[in-house]
């Protein structure tokens, strides 16, 4: 893989995850964080941390998930480790929480941990999609 095919991959894989994040963060997320979390929650949110985990989210999607798949040339592979991925970041705020907040509430973290898991895994498949079909890219 060329560098010119990683930072395509990269930018398109991070344009992937912030349209369907973005999706979710202003049409479910609002009512639901706010009604569980609201009063633990900021009047505005800091994008400088959220914009941190964005980048390094995706650099974890591209070296955990879509390049073992091309790797492996596997739809399959790419699945399960998009589903582990996410499961396994959101586990790790979410968890991390339950532990050390006050009313920090079960479901959240458990909503929050089947979103990170769908979300990772749409995005991984959309990645390895990309590599394959768009930029033509294989290991």
Same mark, same amino acid.
Request: charged letters at 10%; hydrophobic letters at 55%; glycine letters at 4%.
């Given at each position: 893989?060329?560098?010119?095919?990683?930072?395509?991959?990269?930018?398109?894989?991070?344009?992937?995850?912030?349209?369907?994040?973005?999706?979710?963060? !202003?049409?479910?997320?609002?009512?639901?964080?706010?009604? =569980?979390?609201?009063? $633990?929650?900021?009047?505005?949110? =800091?994008?400088?941390?959220?914009?941190?985990?964005?980048?390094?989210?995706? /650099?974890? /999607?591209?070296?955990?998930?879509?390049?073992?798949?091309?790797?492996?040339?596997?739809?399959?592979? /790419?699945?399960?480790?998009?589903? $582990?991925?996410?499961?396994?970041?959101?586990? !790790?705020?979410?968890?991390? =929480?339950?532990?050390? $907040?006050?009313?920090?509430?079960?479901?959240?973290?458990? /909503?929050?941990?089947?979103?990170?898991?769908? $979300?990772?895994?749409?995005?991984?498949?959309?990645?390895?999609?990309?590599? !394959?079909?768009?930029?033509?890219?294989?290991?």
């Amino acid at each position: 893989m060329t560098i010119l095919q990683t930072l395509l991959l990269y930018a398109s894989t991070l344009f992937v995850f912030l349209g369907i994040d973005a999706a979710w963060l !202003t049409t479910v997320a609002p009512k639901f964080y706010s009604s =569980n979390i609201g009063h $633990l929650m900021a009047e505005k949110p =800091n994008l400088l941390p959220a914009l941190i985990f964005y980048l390094l989210f995706i /650099v974890g /999607v591209l070296v955990f998930t879509t390049i073992p798949a091309l790797k492996e040339q596997s739809i399959q592979k /790419v699945f399960i480790n998009g589903a $582990l991925f996410g499961l396994l970041t959101y586990a !790790t705020y979410d968890l991390t =929480n339950i532990a050390t $907040l006050k009313e920090w509430p079960l479901i959240v973290t458990v /909503v929050d941990m089947i979103w990170g898991t769908i $979300l990772s895994v749409v995005t991984s498949l959309a990645s390895y999609y990309i590599a !394959t079909k768009i930029l033509k890219i294989s290991l």
